[in-house]
Structure formats: C-alpha cells, structure tokens
C-alpha cells in the first residue's frame, strides 16, 4: 500500500465518522501528515505492513486506529489520557496528543500492526446466529456444536446468554468451540483492552455493550472453565481444523460461524475457504449449518450486513440469504427461512 492510497483512505473513513468527531478528526490528522511529507511512524508503519494484504479499503486504517486506541489503553502515562473518552478523558481536540504519541511510537505499536487483528463485538451481529439454530436444530431436537471462524476471545459464541432469546434452548449447544490465529483470554486485561480498542475511542455505546458482554461472559467461564474452548486456527485452514478435531457423529449437528470474516480474504482465498467448507460439511449431510454475517464482497459498505446461509443439499453446497442487517434495522425473507425447515436431502419448492 503506497502513503498516497492510505491517506486517501484515511480521508474517506474521517467522512465516514462524521457522527464521531474525535475519531473523524484523527483520520484527517493522519491523511493531513501525510500529504505534507513521509513521517517516521509512516516509514515504520509500510515496513510492519510489508508482509500484510487488506483486501478491503477498510482494514488498515481501522488497524492502525485500533492500535493508537490500544497504546492508549494500555498506558497511564498516554498522552490520549485526557482526551479520549475510553480512557476517562472529556471528547478533546486529539490533534497535540497524536503529534506527541506518533513522534516516538512504542515497539508494541508497530507490532500490532504487524501482526494484530482487530476484533469487533457487536450483540446485534454477534447474535445472528440464534434463529438459524433455532430452527435449523432446536425444533428437530438436534443437539450441536457451534464452532466461529476469528473467534478473538469467543464473545459471539455466547451471545444466547448475554443477550437471551425467547424460546432458544441454550442446553441444545454440546460444545462452543472458537478459532483464531491468536486467541483472545478474557481473563488477560491485555487482550481486553485490545478489544476494547477495536472500537472507537468516543463511541462509548459500542464499548459500553463490549463491557457488559465481557462481564457476563466471563462470569459464565468462571462457573464453567470449558463453557468456550479457544483454538489457534488461522481462518483460511478453519474447514480443516473442524473436518480434523470434530467427528461427524450420528445424532449430533454442527453449526459453522464467521462474522466479519470473508471480507478480508483475497478472491483465491474465499475460492479456497468455500470449498473446503463444502468439503468439511459433506459428512454432516443434513445435520451442518454454516452461518455467515458479512459485508457484501461485491459492494462493501461499513452498515450493511448479509446474513447468508449454507449447507449440503442434494449432495452439494447450497446457498441461501436469510436477511439483511443495516444499522439497526434487520429484515429476514421468507426463502431464507424455508431452507432452513428443509430437514430432508430434497430442496422443497
């Protein structure tokens, strides 16, 4: 990614965060040093970022926002302390504090950008996965599994409990299994904070939701230490990972998740993931489920979300939209509800 296309980008997403000035404002500060020259932590910034490919215009800037948020976290000494909301301060022009931070970048700043992943709780998205379940496998008396694809600390796994659905029968689930190429612990305050930094620093509400999702997550796992099993799993060999470790028992179903996943891949990758999934469910024949909430791979845009199903039918793949999720406002169609009450090897019109 050359300095130019990331200061465009930049500039663009200051637009997007228009509703959050403090945010906005720090997206234009970036975009603004960058056109006036080639700064250090910019230098730093393409060499961490040499061995890495964003396959959407939204993944490097959110990264690098991510990581200013964590350092800011994370320290007491920060000079974002006062004004980051996050962090205790009052919503304050961000502009001298980033000029300080970014004149001398701590070595854990370059790394996350180097390796890190951001993280995204929402309890909008995160529970997308319950009608499909509960109709897919609960009004069959199924048991299952639920296994999530970038999984971070396994928060969507548990969203039937943090936000509860009428009528959805937690005890069906015979195992949360989550993966991820770093698996986040709730019980490290530094994993925390780099969830908590996956938002932005003065949207408060998003972060507020976060809290209480970790709060009511973690007391279940206190309870029950197996309650969600985390795996090192990069996503691309996920399908694998699962067709491995989960035996297709008779009796038992299985329930695939990714949220926020596909965008990221390359066109290859997604070839690739597809059909080792296709290949994964195949033992699983009417029993496996596979869950997607994603951004549309043919118009990516930030507040709209695909919920889109998937499972063998006829001895092949099959796939259906089940909803739409923009902002708040989340709408199911009527053909996406009839694949999921197909229980035989037939598609019925």
Not at 73 to 89: A, H, I, V
């Amino acid at each position: 990614m050359t300095k130019e296309e990331f200061a465009a980008q930049c500039e663009q997403a200051a637009a997007v965060a228009k509703d959050l000035p403090l945010s906005s404002t720090v997206l234009a500060y970036l975009a603004a040093e960058l056109k006036k020259g080639d700064p250090l932590w910019w230098r730093e910034t393409a060499k961490a970022w040499r061995n890495r490919n964003f396959a959407t215009w939204t993944e490097a800037w959110s990264l690098l926002l991510a990581a200013i948020h964590f350092e800011a976290l994370n320290s007491e000494d920060s000079p974002f302390t006062e004004c980051f909301p996050s962090c205790g301060g009052a919503a304050s022009d961000p502009r001298p504090a980033l000029a300080e931070f970014l004149a001398k970048p701590p070595a854990s700043f370059f790394e996350n950008l180097r390796t890190a992943e951001r993280r995204v709780y929402s309890a909008l998205r995160a529970g997308q996965w319950l009608v499909p379940a509960q109709k897919f496998f609960q009004e069959r008396a199924l048991p299952f599994y639920i296994v999530e694809v970038n999984a971070g600390a396994g928060l969507n796994l548990a969203s039937d409990i943090i936000t509860p659905q009428e009528g959805f029968d937690s005890t069906m689930i015979q195992a949360r299994i989550g993966l991820d190429p770093n698996p986040l612990s709730l019980d490290n305050i530094s994993h925390r904070r780099w969830l908590t930094a996956a938002h932005w620093p003065d949207h408060m509400p998003a972060i507020e939701e976060l809290d209480q999702a970790i709060a009511i997550a973690g007391a279940k796992l206190q309870e029950e230490q197996d309650f969600i099993q985390l795996e090192a799993c990069p996503p691309e060999l996920a399908p694998k990972f699962i067709a491995k470790n989960i035996p297709a028992e008779e009796g038992l179903g299985l329930l695939v998740l990714n949220i926020g996943v596909i965008s990221r891949m390359t066109d290859k990758v997604f070839s690739a993931y597809t059909k080792d999934m296709s290949d994964m469910l195949q033992p699983w024949g009417n029993r496996g489920l596979w869950v997607e909430v994603e951004n549309s791979r043919a118009s990516y845009n930030l507040a709209k979300y695909q919920i889109l199903l998937g499972r063998i039918l006829e001895g092949n793949l099959k796939g259906q939209l089940l909803g739409e999720l923009f902002g708040t406002e989340l709408k199911y169609h009527p053909p996406g509800l009839a694949f999921l009450a197909v229980h035989d090897q037939a598609v019925k019109e």
